[in-house]
């Protein structure tokens, strides 16, 4: 069965200075991962997505992500945080027709 | 173009009635699919469509919870007998087909509560 762990219920950086979200997942067959973004009263946006090609994901915002499959992680980075940043982060796996998401990250940046 | 559509974006309901939930997906995608946020909780899958096929409804927590998709477009989240622990930020999302890779395209939600 599907899943994933996201590390962390609630991030703290200042700005500028790196973000790193982690996210660990469980699947039976080579997975597709993505993060989504969710900013206040906002539905989920998508950052990026891993489907089997490249490792390094690039998104959207200034965010990557790399899969490594002997940690079976697809942790989330950007390398200096800005304020428009905060929001609440997903990472979700898909093995077939649906999709499983993480509990969340709440991301905030400090001035 | 437009995104998929949620209403009410709000809901204020009483212990004990029911509630319906509507999502407009957008046009042209096959797949629907219907989450619940609760707060911590992240999103937990209720149930999707897929064209004109059964839905899968693995999620759906109790048989007071159903949907339906009409014509294979807009889509109802029924809640019978609603329940304090109904409360919650329920979120529909719809794709241009199922299966891995594609990706998901979310409303704003519903905001439910129940007193």
């Known amino acids: 069965a599907q899943s994933v762990t996201q590390l962390g219920s609630h991030v703290s950086v200042s700005e500028g200075a790196l973000v790193l979200l982690r996210c660990n997942y469980s699947s039976s067959v080579p997975p597709y991962l993505f993060w989504y973004v969710q900013y206040p009263n906002k539905g989920l946006q998508l950052l990026l997505k891993?489907?089997?090609?490249?490792?390094l994901v690039k998104g959207i915002n200034g965010f990557e992500a790399e899969f490594k499959k002997s940690e079976t992680s697809f942790h989330l980075t950007k390398p200096s945080a800005h304020m428009s940043d905060a929001a609440e982060y997903f990472c979700a796996v898909s093995e077939g027709n649906d999709m499983r998401f993480g509990a969340g990250t709440r991301l905030t940046v400090k001035p | 173009g437009a995104g998929v559509s949620q209403s009410p974006s709000n809901k204020v309901t009483e212990k004990g009635k029911d509630v319906e939930l509507r999502c407009d997906p957008i046009?042209?995608?096959?797949?629907l699919y219907w989450y619940r946020q609760s707060l911590g909780q992240g999103l937990e899958f209720l149930i999707y469509f897929q064209g004109n096929s059964a839905p899968d409804k693995s999620g759906l927590p109790s048989d007071r919870f159903s949907a339906e998709r009409t014509g294979g477009s807009v889509s109802t989240l029924t809640i019978q007998r609603t329940q304090q622990e109904d409360s919650a930020v329920y979120l529909c999302a719809s794709s241009i087909t199922s299966g891995k890779g594609y990706e998901q395209y979310f409303g704003p939600g519903t905001r439910l509560t129940v007193t």
């Open positions: 046009s042209g995608h096959t797949a």
């Open positions: 891993y489907t089997s090609a490249a490792t």
